[in-house]
């Protein structure tokens, strides 16, 4: 099973600021299959990246996603308020199927 | 709209069954593999199972293989998971979610996760 660890567990940051969200798998992930998730209080997940940097639809470009190997990171330019929520990474490399154990983003 | 419903959560006693569903529509269900995930209250999430497009192959987490089992009707643009011996710890809201892809013939993108329904929960207590 593919390992997924995200850091930091909570991030606290005021609005206009940049975050940045880091994924490590246990192992390396050929193809750079990563994905990201953002999921707010009560919501379901939404999809936001794809492939480790490939935006889905309708994701604001303030989202970006890089990395490969077994470090992707997450970032989230010009932080608004309406990104308070969890953050997960997803890698679809191998079966099972595993998510990171998330990340909390914070307004100051 | 892509849209995804579930429904059938409900309580039920340790060793219990219930089957919950995923009403898909707004696209080719048939296209596109469907996975459910689940999360327990204040969890992380956990992939619980996964199906291809024409129901040929199916995948499922050690924590639930020979229990649950995953299908669909395409006819019905439906999702099922079928759980049996139903244990405490399988308490949470459970998700479907439309993979990208039906299957894994072209890269995985039927791993992606495009589109999630809102959930239904599942709780399992004495």
């Known amino acids: 099973e593919i390992v997924l660890t995200q850091s930091p567990g909570t991030l606290s940051l005021s609005p206009g600021e940049r975050a940045t969200l880091s994924c490590r798998a246990s192992?390396?992930?050929?193809?750079?299959?990563v994905a990201w998730y953002q999921q707010k209080r009560g919501q379901a997940p939404r999809l936001l990246i794809y492939?480790?940097?490939s935006r889905a639809t309708g994701i604001p470009d303030r989202f970006s996603g890089s990395g490969s190997g077994t470090d992707f990171v997450l970032t989230i330019n010009r932080l608004e308020s309406e990104d308070i929520a969890e953050y997960y990474c997803?890698?679809?490399?191998?079966?099972?199927?595993?998510f990171g154990g998330g990340t909390k983003v914070e307004i100051k | 709209e892509v849209q995804l419903v579930e429904s059938g959560g409900g309580w039920l006693q340790p060793g219990g069954s219930l089957r919950v569903s995923c009403a898909a529509s707004?696209?080719?269900?048939?296209?596109?593999?469907m996975s459910w995930v689940r999360q327990a209250s204040g969890k992380g999430l956990e992939w619980v199972s996964i199906?291809?497009?024409?129901?040929?192959?199916?995948e499922y987490a050690d924590s639930v293989k020979g229990r649950f089992t995953i299908s669909r009707d395409n006819s019905r643009n439906t999702l099922y998971l079928q759980m049996n011996g139903l244990k405490a710890e399988d308490t949470a809201i459970y998700f479907c979610?439309?993979?990208?892809?039906?299957?894994?013939?072209?890269?995985?993108?039927?791993?992606?996760?495009?589109?999630w329904g809102k959930g239904t929960t599942v709780t399992v207590s004495s």
């Open positions: 979610a439309k993979g990208v892809g039906a299957d894994c013939s072209n890269g995985c993108s039927s791993r992606i996760m495009d589109v």
């Open positions: 707004g696209f080719t269900f048939s296209n596109s593999a």
């Open positions: 199906i291809s497009g024409n129901g040929a192959a199916t």
């Open positions: 192992r390396s992930l050929s193809s750079d299959n």
């Open positions: 492939g480790a940097s």
């Open positions: 997803q890698q679809y490399a191998g079966l099972p199927l595993t």
